[in-house]
Nanobody, 119 residues
Framework: QVQLVESGGGLVQAGDSLRLSCVASVRPFNSGTMGWFRQAPGKERTFVAEFYLSNSRTNYADSVKGRFTISRGSAENTVYLQMNSLKPEDTAVYYC????????????WGQGTQVTVSS
């Protein structure tokens, strides 16, 4: 079974940058989609960004477009989320997720990494 491990969270100030990493236990991980979701305190988990492994297509939530970039690492089982111009409202636990095909719901989740942005 594929496992995902996130890293890179932390406490930063508004306007700073962070890069989150997600490593899948399977190599290579060439099919389906890998994505990032986040959950703020007292709120539901929401979509942030996703990367289609077959064609490198990406999607972003409107709230992060132009500030966040999702990309795949050279190791092929790693996905990054570069977060620039961070805002206090970006504070959340960020989860890496994967699905083995593009047409099914995300079913593989990491343990999450905390991102806190102070004003």
């Amino acid at each position: 079974q594929v496992q995902l491990v996130e890293s890179g969270g932390g406490l930063v100030q508004a306007g700073d940058s962070l890069r989150l990493s997600c490593v899948a236990s399977v190599r290579p991980f060439n099919s389906g989609t890998m994505g990032w979701f986040r959950q703020a305190p007292g709120k539901e988990r929401t979509f942030v960004a996703e990367f289609y492994l077959s064609n490198s297509r990406t999607n972003y939530a409107d709230s992060v477009k132009g500030r966040f970039t999702i990309s795949r690492g050279s190791a092929e089982n790693t996905v990054y989320l570069q977060m620039n111009s961070l805002k206090p409202e970006d504070t959340a636990v960020y989860y890496c997720a994967a699905r083995l095909t593009d047409t099914v719901p995300y079913s593989i989740w990491g343990q999450g990494t905390q991102v806190t942005v102070s004003s």
